[in-house]
């Protein structure tokens, strides 16, 4: 069985501030790792994803996440947020070839003025 | 455009009137699954599809029907509606079994209320 754990369930940052959202997962076999993110009343779309190779990955708009073997973690960081990111955040892991999608229980995060 | 759909996006009943939530995609993708999101647990999975006609209980199908007579559609149905499935639902759709790059590409969400 695999578990994805947000602790934080609102991070409150003010604009260009750096800011990181911790995911952590446990799982007794190699898994895959994602964010998504939902922007206010909108679907779940996907910001990045480790599958293999670079532990480190990055997105379009400037978000990255390293995922660490040892820490069993994907945290996500971006240097400097602005105003259009808020949202809530999802960390969630699956299985090689497989199909479902294991989810943590979400980080809002609001990027304040 | 590479789509997931779902009508209705806003629903309001009552305890114990049959409804039913479409979710279509239009990729050709093998597998689909409904989710519920609630506050602060997330989202979980409620029922998925591996293709047509293969169905299975996710982790909370109590309450909960599903099908899946073609590929592209994949409706959810509450038999019975009760205040406690009061959610927002979304549909989602992969390619399916053995493909690294997996994406699951998500619908718009349904918002249903049962009063």
């Known amino acids: 069985a695999q578990s994805v754990t947000q602790l934080d369930s609102q991070v409150p940052v003010f604009e260009e501030a750096p800011v990181e959202l911790r995911c952590n997962y446990s799982?007794?076999?190699?898994?895959?790792l994602f964010w998504y993110v939902q922007y206010p009343n909108q679907g779940l779309q996907l910001l990045l994803k480790?599958?293999?190779?670079?532990?480190l990955v990055e997105s379009i708009n400037g978000f990255e996440a390293e995922f660490n073997k040892s820490q069993t973690s994907f945290h996500l960081r971006k240097p400097s947020v602005h105003i259009s990111d808020t949202a809530e955040y999802f960390c969630?892991?699956?299985?090689?070839?497989?199909?479902?999608?294991?989810f943590g229980t979400g980080t809002q995060l609001k990027v304040e003025l | 455009e590479a789509q997931v759909t779902q009508n209705p996006r806003y629903l309001i009943t009552v305890t114990g009137k049959k409804l039913t939530v479409t979710c279509s995609q239009n990729?050709?993708?093998?597998?689909m699954s409904w989710y519920r999101q609630d506050p602060g647990l997330g989202l979980r999975q409620i029922y998925y599809?591996?293709?047509?006609?293969?169905?299975d209980k996710g982790d909370v199908p109590e309450g909960y029907k599903v099908s899946r007579k073609e590929k592209r559609n994949f409706p959810l149905i509450l038999e019975s509606p009760s205040p406690n499935q009061t959610s927002l639902y979304f549909c989602?759709?992969?390619?399916?079994?053995?493909?690294?790059?997996?994406?699951?590409?998500f619908g718009p969400g349904t918002r249903l209320t049962v009063l």
């Open positions: 989602a759709s992969s390619l399916g079994s053995g493909y690294d790059n997996n994406e699951q590409f």
């Open positions: 799982s007794s076999v190699s898994v895959y």
């Open positions: 480790y599958l293999s190779g670079s532990t």
């Open positions: 969630a892991v699956r299985f090689p070839g497989g199909n479902k999608l294991t």
């Open positions: 990729m050709n993708h093998e597998y």
């Open positions: 599809s591996m293709n047509v006609e293969v169905t």
